[in-house]
C-alpha cells in the first residue's frame, strides 16, 4: 500500500502488520494437541490390553511428550527463542 502527497507527489511506503505470530501458535496449537490426543487415544486401545506395568510407561510419556512442543510453540509466539 502507497500513501501519495497530492495528485502527482512521490509515493511512500507505507508499513502493513505483520500477522502476530499468536494469532498463529493458537490454531496450530489447537490443531496439533487435538491431533496429538487422538494418536494418543488410538494407541491407547492397545496398550490397555498389555500388562499394567507395561502401560504406565506409555502413559506417562504420552502425559508428558506434548509440552515440549507445546513450550516451543509458546517461546516462538511470544517472539523469544
Not at 489447537?30 to 491407547?44: D, E, I, N, P, S
Not at 490397555?48 to 509458546?74: C, D, N, R, S, T
Amino acid at each position: 500500500m502507497l500513501r501519495r502527497k497530492g495528485l502527482g507527489g512521490a509515493a511512500w511506503p507505507v508499513h502493513l502488520p505483520r500477522m502476530s505470530r499468536i494469532a498463529i501458535a493458537v490454531p496450530v496449537g489447537l490443531l496439533g494437541f487435538f491431533l496429538y490426543v487422538g494418536l494418543v487415544l488410538k494407541a491407547a486401545d492397545h496398550v490397555l490390553e498389555w500388562h499394567w506395568l507395561l502401560q504406565v510407561p506409555f502413559f506417562v510419556v504420552a502425559g508428558i511428550a506434548w509440552a515440549f512442543p507445546a513450550k516451543w510453540l509458546m517461546f516462538w509466539a511470544a517472539g523469544q527463542r
